[in-house]
């Protein structure tokens, strides 16, 4: 099994490229190769540098590979595509432009959905005219991702956004050619929303493209969905904690990637809050560290 590990920008907390909260992204950088790891995602776009020639320089003197970036954009909002279709080129120039191969498109909080994080028996659904504009939204992106720029694309549920509950992510597969549209599989979410994450796996194994690693505070998740706790105040809440001490089974999950002969880039995703986690690069080595200790190596 050649399995590549990688960490990403959001386990520092950076979310939006804009937010004042952001620690400096050359220090994520470096503080990501003191960590041990050889691989970085690009984070939202805008975060870090637009010019390839800046970009390529810190990468090389940190001895990072860029693997990919997430798209996450109000899908769900159809006034907003142009901002989707913005940030789509952006990001996917990004990627072509030091050889990245992941493009993930994500859902982003809608205010509609986010009171049922957690919640998939009360949750708001789309009516069907909704759904296949929706729908289409997020296939064109793909197809431009794929076709366009030669990358390959993923979909990535995503608590409090309209794809986030497994029946949605399901239909959504059905209904999108897999040529152009992956899958980005999300460890964390997947039990975030209450389904099992390994058995997801297990059914669709030959679509995932690419993996993000979170674990889950079962006491926590609890807690933040009987209170109907926002998503970031949960991420504050510490509902993401270290890898191996949540509820999702990462040696079951090897072994479904081991079993479909996945091979490349599987990311720590983190999410926290920039200004409570107060170790982000302890974390980040614990987290590689739990990896090889049951052989993601």
Known sequence: MTIRIGNAPCSWGVEFADDDRNPAWKSVLKECAAAGYKGIELGPVGYMPEDPAELADALAEYDL??????????????????????????????????????????DSISPRRAPTAGRASEAEQMGKAEWTAYRDRIAETARIGTEEYGLTVGIHAHAAGFMDFEP???????????????????TGHHSYAGFDPVAFMKRNADRISYMHFKDIA?????????????????????????????????KAVRQVLLDAGFTGWCTVEQDCDPLLDP?????????????????FN
Do not use: W
């Not at 949605?168 to 999300?186: A, S, Y």
């Open 279 to 295: 170790d982000p690069v302890g974390d980040a080595r614990k987290n590689r560290e739990f990896l090889e200790s049951i052989e």
């Open 218 to 250: 079962p006491s926590v998740k609890a807690e933040v969905i009987a209170n109907r706790t926002g998503f970031y105040d949960a991420c504050g809440q510490g509902i993401f904690c270290n890898l191996g001490d949540g509820d999702v089974d990462f």
């Open 168 to 186: 949605e992510l399901d239909r959504l597969l059905n209904e999108v050619d897999e040529k152009i549209l992956k899958i980005c599989f999300d």
């Open 65 to 106: 590979e860029l693997i990919g970036s997430v798209v996450f954009r109000p899908y769900h909002d159809p006034a907003a595509f142009d901002e989707v279709l913005d940030a789509t080129h952006r990001t996917a120039r990004a990627l072509k432009a030091h050889g990245a191969e992941h493009m993930v498109l994500i």
